[in-house]
């Protein structure tokens, strides 16, 4: 009985080896690609999901952070934009630092509720700029941003090829 042995040459196993190395590196790369989106996603939610508890209970108040930081995001994401004169940008410019500086340098990162270990009157100043601040906001109406724009208009444009 004769036995057949197969046997590759270096170039098929060296080509082989290095097939088998990119699949295993691509295969990789895209795990840890989906597996770091579906973190970002699940943080993110349970933020949403702590956010709306608080909001709900009504016992605990908010802090000052979270609240802020929701509003800060809005804006880095250009998802508010307001028709600000350049006075009007410096005050708010003004508003917000004035008010980082006091959280900072009395370390107000815990809750607006009362604290024996936080003074009032830093307390009250965060306060008073925070209004000053919602006020100011409140008064110029935001504008649509371009991303909300063509949000809406593929919405439109889905609800009107589902109609036909």
């Keep these: 009985m004769q036995i057949l042995e197969l046997r590759r040459s270096p170039k098929e196993t060296v080509l082989r080896l290095f097939v088998n190395i990119t699949a295993f590196w691509l295969l990789g790369s895209l795990l840890l690609s989906i597996s ?3 973190a970002a996603e699940v943080r993110k ?4 999901v702590k956010l709306r508890m608080v909001e709900v209970d009504n016992t605990i108040p908010l802090p ?3 609240r802020r930081k929701k509003q800060l995001d809005a804006f880095r994401l250009r998802l508010t934009r307001r028709n600000l004169t350049i ?9 917000r630092h ?13 809750t607006v509720s009362e604290h024996p270990s936080v003074e009032t ?6 306060q008073l700029l925070l209004n000053h ?3 100011f906001l409140d008064a110029r109406l935001p504008l649509p941003s371009f991303a909300y724009l063509l949000q809406r208009r593929i919405s439109y444009s889905l609800m009107v090829a589902k109609r036909h």
């Design 87 to 95: 006075e009007e940008g410096r005050a708010l410019e003004t508003l």
């Design 36 to 38: 770091v989106v579906m």
């Design 121 to 126: 009157a830093p307390r009250e100043a965060v």
């Design 64 to 66: 000052l952070v979270d």
């Design 98 to 110: 004035a008010t980082d500086y006091l959280i900072d340098t009395y370390g107000l990162y815990e």
């Design 45 to 48: 939610m349970l933020l949403h």
């Design 133 to 135: 601040l919602s006020d």
